[in-house]
Structures are given as C-alpha cells and as structure tokens.
C-alpha cells in the first residue's frame, strides 16, 4: 500500500520569501501525486498533479514541484509568497484509482507581513 | 455552475441519533466521494460511487452508509451516531478515475458534533 508523509505540520514564512513544503511517500508501483490547498472554511483545490510526465510540474499561483524517484520525494515550492497563500496543503499519493489516493497529514503554511 | 455543493454546513447531534449529509454535483461527474478530516491526519475516504446506483467502502467506512440513487447526489448517513464521528465531512466528485481526468472536485465541507 502506498503512503505519504509530510515532514512539517507548520511551516512559516515571511511575505515575498520562498516557501517549501515537503513530502515523501512510499509506493510499489509508479505513483500519481498531487498537492492540493484548504483555505479556512473551505473544500479542497488541486495546486497541481504529476502523472509520470515531465518530472518538474507547474501549478495554480505560481506554485510548481518536482517528483524525485530517487529521493521519493514531491516537495511543493513557490519563489515569493504572498498573503493569500496563507493555507493547509495536503500531498496526495495515488497508484491504482481515486479510491485508492492516500492524504498527507498536511501542512499548515503562515504568512508574515 | 455550483459545483460541489454539501447539506447542511454544520450540525450537532446527540450520541444514538442518525442523520443524513447530501452531497450534489452539477458537473456530470461519474465518481463520487466521502471523506472525513480529522486533526492531524489529512483526509481518509469513507464510501465511493463508481456509478449511479453503485457504492462501494474506502478506507474508514465503519458506522457510515451510502447511496447513489441519482447520478448527480451522494447521501452518507450515520444510523446511530457516536462522539468518534465528530469530524469534518467532505465529498468530492470526479469525471474518470483514470488520467488525466481523475482531479478531484471538491465541496466546502460539513462540520458534525456529536455530543
């Protein structure tokens, strides 16, 4: 069975700095994974998804990560954060179908002015 | 387009008491699904829908049933709640499971309290 782990639960950044939130995860077959963001009160957006094409991904807000096999990592940066960023971001791993997509315990991004 | 859209937003009930969570897509979508978020442990699927009038049991699906009469809602009830299923409730849909068309919609959530 496939997992996922997101090594901070907090990460806190200052505006116009980059920000990095990491994940690895464990899979025996070729992994799907996504990183998707929770504003307060509110359901789940897709950032972005990687489906064994290119290795760097390019998201929604300027958000982009690249998948690692060696490292079996999918770390989520952005050069500059703004306000608006401030958010929960869930890593998901996903190997054979929906049913199957395994959450990260996610991380909680602040951002200070 | 609504998109996903839950019923109701939040509720409390009291342990022993059972309700109903409606869930309701506008976009066609084949696949729906339940989960629950708790603190510190992400989101964890309960029941999933292949299809109208199919349902099948995900990760945590224990003191939750389900179903799909109609293609467009996915109803998770609790027949005798307990204080473990306080939780927040999401449902999601997608077009496919398979890619590149398996992202997943989803709704803003209901927030249940079961005293």
């Known amino acids: 069975a496939q997992s996922v782990t997101q090594l901070d639960s907090h990460v806190s950044v200052s505006e116009g700095t980059p920000v990095l939130l990491r994940c690895n995860y464990s899979s025996s077959y070729s992994p799907s994974l996504f990183w998707y963001v929770q504003h307060p009160n509110k359901g789940l957006q897709l950032l972005l998804k990687?489906?064994?094409?290119?290795?760097l991904v390019k998201g929604i807000n300027g958000f982009e990560a690249e998948f690692k096999k060696s490292e079996t990592s999918f770390h989520l940066t952005k050069p500059s954060a703004h306000m608006s960023d401030a958010a929960e971001y869930f890593c998901?791993?996903?190997?054979?179908?929906?049913?199957?997509?395994?959450f990260g315990a996610g991380t909680r991004l602040t951002v200070k002015p | 387009n609504a998109g996903v859209t839950q019923t109701p937003k939040f509720r409390v009930l009291k342990t022993g008491q059972s309700m109903t969570l409606l869930c309701a897509q506008d976009m066609n979508h084949e696949y729906m699904y339940w989960y629950r978020q708790d603190p510190g442990m992400g989101l964890r699927l309960i029941h999933y829908s292949v299809g109208e009038g199919t349902t099948a049991k995900g990760e945590v699906p224990d003191g939750y049933n389900v179903s799909r009469l109609k293609k467009q809602n996915f109803l998770l009830g609790l027949e005798s709640a307990a204080p473990s299923q306080t939780s927040v409730y999401f449902c999601?849909?997608?077009?496919?499971?398979?890619?590149?068309?398996?992202?997943?919609?989803f709704g803003p959530g209901t927030r249940l309290t079961v005293l």
């Open positions: 990687y489906t064994s094409a290119a290795t």
């Open positions: 999601a849909s997608s077009y496919s499971q398979g890619l590149p068309y398996n992202e997943q919609f």
């Open positions: 998901v791993v996903s190997v054979l179908s929906d049913n199957d997509m395994r």
